[in-house]
């Protein structure tokens, strides 16, 4: 029996254990009941990263319909930012905007809400795999790793943002990128 539970551990050491973006299950699972769109998470089994939900805030479960989603994740001290990725409908998604006008003259300033229609903006370098068609822009300072990566899945559109992964890792995280299921 020891040799068993021995060789069980060597396994688990030598493949890793199964690690996921799941770290907190039950507010993905609360939060895909609340959205208006199917919500992706990575699938990489090799990467280890603490999850957190940062937009709703703050998240009440079952109070509203959530239009618009981020997730960010670190590793697993928690202390490096690796990724975020941002979530909503790919199509009739509106957004409220502020537009606040300065008046420096006058010190005065005025705030108006305006309302738009999401769009996929189409710039930057083309990236595909399987059926989809993504969009890869690097930060101003090529210098740093990342950049953003956007594209449409399903119904939902998802864009991440990385300083930390380079645009390969984006990609494969991307390509990784399910439908959560609880």
């Known amino acids: 029996m020891k040799k068993?539970?021995?060789?069980?551990?060597?396994?688990?050491?030598?493949?890793?254990?199964?690690?996921?973006?799941?770290?907190?299950?039950?507010?993905?699972?609360?939060?895909?009941?609340?959205?208006?769109?199917?919500?992706?998470?990575?699938?990489?089994?090799?990467?280890?990263?603490?999850?957190?939900?940062?937009?709703?805030?703050p998240y009440k479960p079952g109070e509203k319909k959530i239009?618009?989603?981020?997730?960010?994740y670190f590793d697993m001290s928690g202390a490096i930012y690796l990724l975020g990725v941002e979530q909503h409908k790919a199509y009739d998604y509106k957004a409220t905007h502020s537009i606040t006008s300065i008046d420096l003259q006058n010190n005065t300033s005025l705030t108006k809400q305006e309302e738009r229609t999401f769009t996929f903006n189409s710039r930057g370098e083309l990236v595909t795999w399987g059926d989809i068609e993504a969009r890869f822009e690097p930060w101003m300072n090529k210098e740093q790793?990342?950049?953003?990566?956007?594209?449409i899945q399903g119904n939902?559109?998802?864009?991440?943002?990385?300083?930390?992964?380079?645009?390969?890792?984006?990609?494969?995280?991307?390509?990784?990128m399910k439908p959560f299921e609880s």
């Open 67 to 72: 239009t618009y989603t981020r997730f960010s």
């Open 156 to 176: 939902t559109y998802i864009e991440m943002s990385s300083v930390v992964l380079t645009r390969e890792q984006m990609i494969e995280v991307a390509q990784s």
């Open 4 to 57: 068993i539970t021995l060789t069980l551990i060597c396994v688990l050491l030598l493949l890793g254990l199964p690690q996921g973006a799941f770290a907190d299950h039950e507010a993905l699972r609360q939060l895909r009941k609340d959205t208006d769109f199917i919500i992706y998470v990575p699938q990489q089994s090799k990467m280890d990263w603490k999850l957190e939900i940062p937009v709703p805030y």
């Open 145 to 151: 790793n990342g950049g953003f990566l956007k594209w």
